[in-house]
């Protein structure tokens, strides 16, 4: 019997309003909700304003110095002047990880055009997993879909473990 890997994940939303008490954090609450239903062991959920230093400098922390080995954040991914969520990320990237956001993005597509407007990103820092969502509750649950079977694959591989990428599913 193979080894493996529980999720410990952090979801942080991006919102201006939401920081300021304007907005309730739905999209976050939804992505809790989700992870809950996989059986993560560690959630927690941080509202953060859009602000790029301090979104890089939250990812490097829960990366680094917490068991995060999956960090979700929601919100500014789009074409904004304030949408700073791809670039922040980028910063607390060791490495890009586009197959999620690539994903992600393709699903979409197929329900509407306006998923060419994301800008979402995907990556790892360390052991660490960050991917990047859309503010909309529902667009979350939607791409959260698309790569909710590829997550514990992917955590066995980031802590070194787990057989074959190329394994067939079922």
Do not use: W
């Amino acid at each position: 019997m193979s080894e493996t890997v529980g999720i410990r994940a952090v979801v942080i939303t991006l919102s201006d309003s939401g920081y300021a008490g304007r907005r309730d954090d739905e999209s976050g609450a939804v992505l809790e909700g989700l992870l809950n239903e996989l059986g993560a062991e560690y959630v927690e959920r941080v509202l953060l304003p859009d602000e790029k230093p301090l979104l890089s400098e939250k990812l490097m922390h829960y990366a680094d110095r917490t068991p995060a080995n999956l960090i979700l954040t929601t919100g500014g991914t789009g074409f904004t002047s304030r949408d700073v969520t791809p670039e922040a990320s980028k910063m607390a990237f060791d490495r890009e990880a586009p197959g999620f956001a690539e994903a992600m993005r393709a699903a979409s597509l197929a329900k509407t055009p306006h998923a060419m407007l994301s800008r979402a990103v995907s990556g790892l820092r360390g052991a660490t997993l960050i991917i990047n969502f859309p503010g909309s509750p529902a667009a979350c649950r939607e791409q959260f879909e698309v790569i909710r079977e590829a997550l514990p694959h992917a955590l066995e591989k980031l802590a070194d473990m787990g057989g074959d990428c190329a394994r067939v599913t079922t």
